[in-house]
């Protein structure tokens, strides 16, 4: 009965540092976008505090907008994908023993 509990707590646990793992994946995304869209637009770098919600939703939601039109005007449309790889992709040699090799 024990072990059932044990177990039982260690799993609300994995799925507890799993939900904290994922949120701040979301949250650092949300933050590299916000630090875009501030770099890019003064109206988003300054203070928003007496501002309404509904208006501050149209402001990010026109930034977003333009934000997207300006890269896509910017993308080069004839290059080809290999272009745009910024690293190339490495080797991933695994060794089991000194007679197995998996590429």
Not at 52 to 70: A, D
Request: hydrophobic share 40%.
């Amino acid at each position: 009965m024990v072990y059932a509990c044990t177990n039982y707590s260690r799993s609300a646990w994995s799925q507890k540092k799993l939900f904290a793992m994922k949120q701040e994946s979301c949250r650092k995304d949300v933050e590299r976008v916000f630090g875009v869209l501030q770099s890019r637009f003064a109206i988003v770098a300054g203070p928003t505090r007496f501002w309404h919600k509904h208006i501050l939703h149209y402001i990010m939601t026109t930034c977003i907008i333009m934000h997207n039109m300006k890269i896509a005007d910017e993308r080069d449309v004839t290059a080809s994908i290999e272009d745009h790889m910024e690293t190339p992709t490495p080797e991933v040699v695994m060794v089991l023993d000194e007679n197995t090799r998996f590429q």
